[in-house]
């Protein structure tokens, strides 16, 4: 179990959590996603530790599509500072240029959730007629 987190605040399970919700995710679609021992409960466990192995926190950021330090670094305290900051100094400051377009974030991540959920479908399709198959053979 390697871990590496400096600041004692931040619950990495909290985390996963908030990131899970604000993507639209389900517990049972990733644990569909971490593979055959995962479950919605075990997710749900997972959610509730405020350290999680280095090896788990990476295959969740991934299936997120997050990268494993906003998972490892977010402090929602910071972030609400941050928030507050910049509305009570009346930053009306906008870059012309923005490298994160949020709406094109949220067009590629509903279209990635389309193709797993269509992917889901498949699977489930094949596994039906592998049944029928094997009903039929008896």
Avoid at 6 to 29: A, C, T, W, Y
Avoid at 95 to 116: G, R, V, W
């Amino acid at each position: 179990m390697t871990h590496t987190t400096s600041n004692p605040k931040i619950h990495e399970g909290r985390n996963v959590k908030r990131f899970r919700e604000m993507l639209g995710i389900k517990q049972d679609m990733l644990a569909f996603e971490l593979g055959s021992d995962w479950n919605q409960q075990r997710i749900s466990t997972l959610e509730q530790r405020e350290k999680i192995d280095s090896d788990i926190l990476e295959q969740v950021a991934a299936i997120l599509k997050i990268p494993v330090e906003a998972i490892r670094n977010f402090d929602e305290e910071k972030a609400v500072n941050v928030i507050s900051s910049t509305f009570n100094d009346n930053a009306a400051v906008f870059n012309n240029n923005p490298t994160f377009h949020p709406i094109d974030k949220l067009m590629q991540l509903h279209e990635e959730k389309i193709a797993l959920y269509e992917r889901m479908l498949k699977e489930k399709d094949e596994m039906m007629e592998r049944l029928e198959k094997l009903i039929g053979n008896r």
